[in-house]
């Protein structure tokens, strides 16, 4: 992966550490746009013996780069490649007690490393912009890490700011109508946006480590044909892991998305695209939303868990949503639900509003939803979690985890099909007792339920 | 990922534009198989110190070269490495009037970009041939462009020869026996074979962009345990996205697969593989074929969507299959199709014969086929699409796709088990209407129907 | 890939072949311990400038490497990165007659290749160990070969010592608890313990090639939020492909894991994870087992095929499990078993004990575990495997492979739930007469039988 000796032109091999023109350490942007206008001046041929503007690799190596210039990529087929996505836990850096603090190893992510330090919060750290045809193609990046540094709760006034999960800070937008484009192996870190993409066409997002970031991976404008998997993602409590509007064909799979996200995953208008093969976690009721008449989907194969937020920290937030609204929550038409497992594992006194028997999946509105052969396990956890030291973050986390195999049985509802939504099917997803739905105008097979007497 | 000064034997590792014995921008070839020459100069004990024959890394900086002469590979762990697949789509720019093109960015693909220019069509630009044993193994292909530049319809006399998929160029041709083969993040453009693998053992193809083919991944001959995976892929109308032959034990997971293809997937004579958690979109019937006695394999969580081509050049062009084919079409016993989305949406009058009603599934010969838990959804598309400008062609089909909620319902068959065929069992894949088979040679539970007056 | 032309302190890149202070053919292991010292006397500081210890990148060109000394990493986003996994048949090679072996291109495996030659037997390759907090992060293993070169049956006493996957050989060994590892792109071959990590969080194993290992991947201690993905992998008979113990939210998913294994994956202790989209092929029953409470689970899309050791150095070998044991066996409770396609192929007179009809899942014990439209074909296979000649491996290997289609059926038991196991719901996973269980304790729908005459 390193970098050659010198950028040589004909090449078209960069080196941010070796670009005559600027220090990397103290502006990777200025080194990286400066790079970007060699390339441009080198490639001005459009056709120059069947090619012309081949595009180039600009190399970082390990290392903590400075970012306080926006770099703004306006060509095709530039590859910005580290050596190190870099990711590391600043959320529980920043909720450690500063005299614990003193004897750690190191406080900051690492690989290659880009801190965004832009004087204009609202400016993305990467701006991929260009106007005109062709839309601008196969821009890559991989294998480096963007870091945000701080959270600011610019909204909240600073209270708890590290944990407010606002700091204006974006690590790549791409603004403008694109096309296969490739997000591999990044490391993307306190960032209130970390990637966002508008007008995606046959974009992969593949293999990335996305997480303690606002929002993770946003999905704008509309697109088709695209891919999100083998991610590791996670946002905090106000933002999306994964969010996309308007798009058709897109391939949700393979991904391991972690707490604690406003959603895991939420689909605004999002037609004829899959989400299948995928474990979720969440400590929030709306962990898969299919919005503003999503229809056609596919979601299949996906283990979802919902518990308890075991993290003192974090205890004071969430998203805001009642077990009544749903782990999975459909207002669309036509979506196939077929064969996951949903958990949920919570003190009774936990469940909002009180009294209230929570819901897996809960059909809003829209018609000719296919929900079949669903799984859903509730188990009574306990309430000790409000105690999780700091220190004990990880093996508390796992203990919660573990703690399935023992449980009592939790009431819940596993589908619910509100009245203005008809035309339905549910098959074996729930006991007669578990669904509620208006039989009359939903067709219905119950899951056979074991003999009395016996406590599954 | 850039190259070292200088390729220095010690190292096993070259740079294609430091070759001192050519030039690799006039012939990458040539400077291929020099340098493969070389690693098999020095590298002549088979045991050494336990070693000896290591191979090497071959690295293609970003840029244009011309492959005048056909690279042979026949050692062990050689890895071929560029810095970006470089896709952009040729087809639209072939089909974009001179006078728009004149504004273009760049009219060619990019990346580390080899131009397949062989005197004798009919020779792949990569050959990997070796006779003996053991197989030849880990060879491997990564992030690096093979471009056909051209289609040349020497079949149809030069008719439309940019949108013919016709040109007798391959891009990675392996014919010996193999094993432990990689492809990873390579792009595959404007070849009439983009990737031909004779006799694969545990072959990787991940995360390549493999589209504007003939034909994208062709699996010939017979094999075992191999991946294609994490792909996008998108074959011509002519050939096939993905056809493989005589496999078994294949997993074909995770990919995107967009049309337009002659099938999605076409797996002859293979057996005890996996078509799971994959995106098809297609504008043909035909999308997954089953033939040749296709035994034992599991179709489980793919969504297939079948609409209409959306393109203005593309009109005049299909796979020549009718709508009663069936958009997945079984001829083989003993296959597992569960917990797929099939969504079909077009306007009725596309439908061919004319008054026939499309076909979801279809099991032509074989027995024993276990078709449980599919969703099929039919809806009727309007007929706009022949306007459809070539400007705006992402959009277009973006629109396209995004359609499908306010749509009035398709009938079609979801089901239908020809008479050649019996001992097969259907459930909940279509209701009792919708399911065409004799049911005395045949088990079947339908999908029970939401009460009359409901409208799904 | 190729490293830089020398190492550089402030580019934090080197390359093992020109550090100045050992020679990596004789011991790889001290020269990257000496990069390592190196890197942390230069990354000192822990707070500079926002940043301080990006780590580092270590490149291994291809080559042989002996490794002497036992790597020991105790530092964050520190990668090490080669050009090629180098895989080849050890196992092929060592039951080869030497007179014809005399012929081959070559004998051993290649790539960026370690030769582990350590004195200790007992110690691993590379070993990640750092006490203190933060955990270790982002340590990433990717794209070379770590080779055992023999296994000495120190156990057996020597008989058949290449064949024995014993020689106490570890090659990545994480004893610390760490956080965002990345194991991508490696080879693993003839090691007792191919990838042993515990205390994993938010680990990545992905496209990897680990066979021929006693061992391949084994996840121990406890767990969080990691992936297996995409991986080919086979494991001896003696031990797992994939072992995870007391892990939450691990998905296992898109991996093709061929014979031998005493288990294709191994759960003990694993709840609310996921096993989906998987390809799983094996001799022996327990293919899959949920063991020591192993709950909320699930297991979706998966192939499973059984069949016979068609291989003659093999024959003598088998991982001591009766058909009665179950190709999936479950231990735990909550668990979701749907969608699934399992094949056996057996000949008749092949299955233990005598007279015994095989089972494909088998619940021992636990409640409430859901097992819903799983297909389970059984076909009688030949018995002529027994004479399958060395030099034809491959070839014999996909013949048996692609003999289902024509085959007689073999009887199974589709489901067994024991006494000591209740409130279990079977759907559509067998007929009532393939089904064993207590319906009085348990729920139960039979897949329907086509009509009687007709033979599937």
Partial sequence: MPGPARAEPGQNSYDVTRWPGGDASEDIGAVINAIIADIKTRQQARDAGDGGKPGGVIFIPPGDYRLRTQVVIDI??????????????????????????????????????IVVDLAAREEAAFLVRREGNPRISSVEFADFCIDGLHFEARETGGADAENSYLNGKTGIHVVSANDSFRITGMGLIYLEHGLKIDDADALSVDNNFIAECGNCIELRGMGQASRIANNLIGAGYRGHSIYAEN???????????????????????????????????????????????????????????????PWAPMLGYDNGLDDLFGLVRIEGSNNSIIANHISQSLPPEAITPDGATSIAIRVATGAGNYIANNNVVGTVAGSSSDEAPNSACFATQVGALLSAGDAAPLDMRTVLIDEASAGNTVLFSGSDAEVEMDRSRNAFFATPVPAAGVTP
């Fill in 76 to 113: 095709s087929y530039l590859r910005i490649v580290g050596a190190g996505h870099g990711f590391t836990s600043s959320s529980i850096r920043f909720n450690t007690p500063p005299e614990e603090l003193s004897n750690w190893h190191e406080i900051w992510p690492g690989g290659s490393r």
């Fill in 247 to 309: 798009h058709g064909g897109l391939l949700i799979s393979g991904n391991n998305v972690f707490p604690r996200g406003k959603s895991s995953v939420h689909l605004s208008g999002v037609v004829r695209s899959s989400v299948t093969s995928n474990r979720f976690h969440s400590f929030y009721p709306g962990m898969l939303v299919l919005s503003d008449g999503a229809s056609e989907n596919l979601v299949s194969a996906n283990h979802f868990l919902r518990d308890r937020e």
